[in-house]
């Protein structure tokens, strides 16, 4: 079993609309999670990151952890086909390494 | 200012050569990782790196190696026996355990 899964898409949303990105882990030692978009060709950059259980925001973007479960989701809203991209949720855990999941392709329809 | 860099951008590797990529860092931050990615696929951990002098191996180690002397410094080298090395390698770093990493532009190899 990966240590880190996220739905594995694509999926398409249309331009306004929400976009609902999940991840799930398995390593319930797991601390810090991380959200990043990752354009075709380019290295990743954060979108957001959070530690404890919640909701956290920032403009367009909410990122949702619950560690009982032990998954956590980014909400994308008022989508733009700015956001189209490839979404990669990390953690890091007991191993003291940066894990990533395999991402999910964003595609945002005008 | 302060950031990753890798180097080259491009690099093209001859079939049972060993290749060297480069990774520095000036933010000062005491680990580094070096992920490969495939096309459509998420990062892959080959090795990391929490203090000089000491690396752990990640899950796609073989065929790699790497050495950490300096800080600011974590160059990964694809040997020969990395039968299947075409693809992107991204080197990252982080200040701590639990801190967002910051990544370099990445390296595209192509063996040819």
Not at chain 1, 9 to 20: D, F, K, R, T
Not at chain 1, 66 to 92: E, F, G, M
Not at chain 2, 43 to 52: A, E, K, M, N, T
Request: neutral net charge; hydrophobic residues 30%; contains cysteine.
């Amino acid at each position: 079993q990966k240590e880190v899964e996220q739905n594995s898409g694509p999926l398409s949303v249309p331009e306004g609309a929400i976009a609902s990105l999940n991840c799930t882990y398995s390593d319930r030692v797991s601390q810090s999670f991380f959200w990043y978009r990752q354009y075709s060709g380019k290295s990743p950059e954060l979108i957001m990151s959070i530690y404890s259980n919640g909701d956290k925001e920032d403009g367009r973007f909410t990122a949702q952890l619950n560690k009982a479960s032990q998954y956590v989701s980014l909400l994308i809203r008022d989508s733009q086909p700015s956001d189209s991209a490839t979404y990669l949720c990390a953690s890091t855990g007991s191993a003291r390494q940066l894990t990533f999941g395999s991402g999910t392709q964003l595609t945002v329809l005008p | 200012d302060g950031g990753i860099t890798q180097s080259p951008k491009y690099l093209f590797r001859k079939e049972g050569q060993n290749v060297t990529l480069s990774c520095e860092q000036n933010l000062n931050h005491d680990a580094m990782y070096w992920y490969r990615q495939d096309p459509g696929q998420g990062l892959r951990l080959i090795y990391y790196s929490q203090i000089v002098n000491d690396f752990q191996k990640g899950d796609i180690a073989e065929g790699y190696s790497v050495s950490r002397e300096k800080k600011e410094s974590f160059p990964l080298t694809v040997t020969s026996a990395q039968k299947n090395p075409t693809a992107f390698y991204l080197c990252a770093s982080t200040a701590g355990l639990n801190t967002e990493a910051f990544f370099g532009q990445g390296t595209r190899l192509t063996v040819v």
